[in-house]
């Protein structure tokens, strides 16, 4: 038994999703008494990965620098069949979802996606993961020879347990890719959905774009990524890449803060399954107060105006 992760990176650095990724892989391996290697592309800190268990990293650079499914699938199968790797496991960013399917395909593995914990049981491998936009938990069975689990964003959590930690750079043998990429232009300075850890989301309470500056400051406070509702992206107040929910983008964040938005069911399903969610709502029978951990009926133009000053007020101390 053998258990390989792959721990994503971007601009040269680990992403924020491969400590929990590592953190799932190490406790894997100890559940099947198994060893665990990372692998990880073009990322200069990889050895941090150390610090949640992991003892052993293949570092591939000869594949793109930019993220190449293709070029990624092709090495991590070479090594995988080389070093009879029959557990694999990966994020759940648009990144790990589009090279997973990949992956699977070369290897003839069975592929799971959105696990929430470690496998209930072992042999047949069986896991938890989240169906039909975060509604039901399914229990699936992954019959393969090696198998691939894709953890959910936010779902296992970090654990610390730092070890030594040795790199070997890694020529992949074969790193050819389908692809070829042109030019990428990419939004630069701001926190993303996909990888903050807190996302601040304005719906049509704010009654239109010119009073974004209250959701931007907020986020900028708390290092927040920005986020709305399905109708404010379809009036143009914002673009369509902040728009989450079953039509857009799944939040799971540690926090996810509500502001004017009124907690429709399509709305809900892409978000709850962030861990604390603030609703600021002036309608104290808005639904996203049912799903909400906290909840402050209130008018937005009050409530978040006084809170950027406390939490400017509270920052200042520390
Ligand atoms: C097939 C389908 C798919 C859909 N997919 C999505 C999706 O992916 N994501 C999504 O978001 N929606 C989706 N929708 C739309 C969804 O049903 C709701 O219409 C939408 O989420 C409502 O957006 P909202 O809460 O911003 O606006 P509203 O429903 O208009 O709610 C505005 C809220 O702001 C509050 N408010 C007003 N003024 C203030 C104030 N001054 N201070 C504080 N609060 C205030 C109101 O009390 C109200 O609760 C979908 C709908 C369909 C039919």
């Not at 190449?68 to 790797?85: E, F, L, P, R």
């Not at 047949?124 to 169906?131: D, Y």
Request: with cysteine; net charge negative.
């Amino acid at each position: 038994m053998s258990v390989l992760i792959i721990a994503e990176s971007e601009n040269n650095a680990l992403k924020r999703n491969a400590a929990e990724v590592a953190s799932y892989g190490v406790a894997l391996a100890s559940k099947l008494n198994a060893s665990c290697t990372a692998i990880t592309f073009h990322a200069s800190n990889a050895a941090e990965l150390g610090q949640y268990g992991i003892t052993k990293i293949a570092h591939i650079s000869n594949v793109p620098s930019h993220f190449d499914a293709y070029a990624q699938a092709n090495a991590i199968s070479a090594y995988a069949t080389q070093n009879k790797v029959t557990h694999i496991v990966i994020g759940s960013s648009a990144d790990a979802k589009f090279l997973a399917p990949l992956l699977a395909a070369k290897l003839n593995a069975g592929y799971a996606p959105n696990v929430v914990a470690l496998p209930d049981e072992l042999s047949p491998l069986t896991v938890k993961r989240t169906a039909f936009t975060n509604k039901a938990f399914a229990h699936t069975q992954l019959l393969a020879a090696c198998n691939i689990i894709g953890v959910g964003n936010n779902s296992f959590g970090v654990i610390e347990n730092e070890v030594n930690c040795t790199v070997d750079e890694i020529e992949a043998t074969h790193t050819a890719s389908n692809l070829e990429q042109i030019s990428i232009e990419k939004i630069t300075g701001k926190a993303t959905i996909a990888d903050a850890d807190v996302v601040v989301s304005g719906g049509r309470g704010l009654k239109g774009p010119e009073n974004w500056h209250l959701i931007e400051s907020l986020a900028e406070i708390l290092d927040a990524a920005t986020a709305c509702s399905k109708p404010v992206s379809d009036m143009g107040w914002r673009s369509h890449d902040e728009h989450v929910g079953q039509t857009g983008k799944p939040v799971s964040t540690n926090l996810y803060i509500a502001i004017g938005i009124s907690g429709a069911i399509q709305h809900l399903a892409g978000v709850n399954s962030s861990k604390v969610k603030v609703v600021i709502n002036n309608d104290p029978e808005a639904p996203f107060f049912k799903a909400a951990d906290y909840g402050v009926v209130g008018d937005a133009f009050e409530v978040v105006p006084e809170l950027i000053q406390k939490l400017k007020a509270f920052k200042a101390l520390s």
